[in-house]
């Protein structure tokens, strides 16, 4: 029998959310982090949805970045949460302007 194990990580949520974009393997199917999933189900409890907005949209620009593969792969890690995010909480886009304004923007970002 296989057990789900879950870990308590203490932090803030922007930290959280940076631990989970720096281990995100959205290739690796086999290894999925449920956290991300989690994270995105519970995310209003601790952090604001505008909030959230403007801290994905500070990794995706994020210019200290010195290797240019790592920061591609953070950028596509960011895409690949917010289409995570849009399919688990397709009712929240509908509904939130931040989140509107953070897909207008970011739609920009990938032309």
Not at 12 to 29: F, G, M
Not at 42 to 49: G, L, W
Request: with cysteine.
């Amino acid at each position: 029998m296989l057990l789900k194990r879950y870990f308590l990580v203490l932090g803030t949520a922007e930290k959280i959310l940076e631990h989970i974009l720096d281990y995100l393997q959205p290739w690796n199917t086999a290894q999925r982090a449920d956290s991300m999933e989690d994270y995105i189900i519970m995310h209003q409890v601790f952090i604001s949805t505008e909030k959230l907005c403007q801290l994905l949209m500070q990794h995706y620009r994020s210019e200290d970045v010195e290797n240019s593969d790592f920061a591609k792969s953070l950028k596509r890690r960011v895409i690949y949460f917010t289409v995570r995010w849009s399919h688990i909480g397709s009712y929240l886009f509908s509904a939130s302007p931040a989140v509107q304004a953070f897909l207008a923007v970011s739609w920009s970002w990938t032309l």
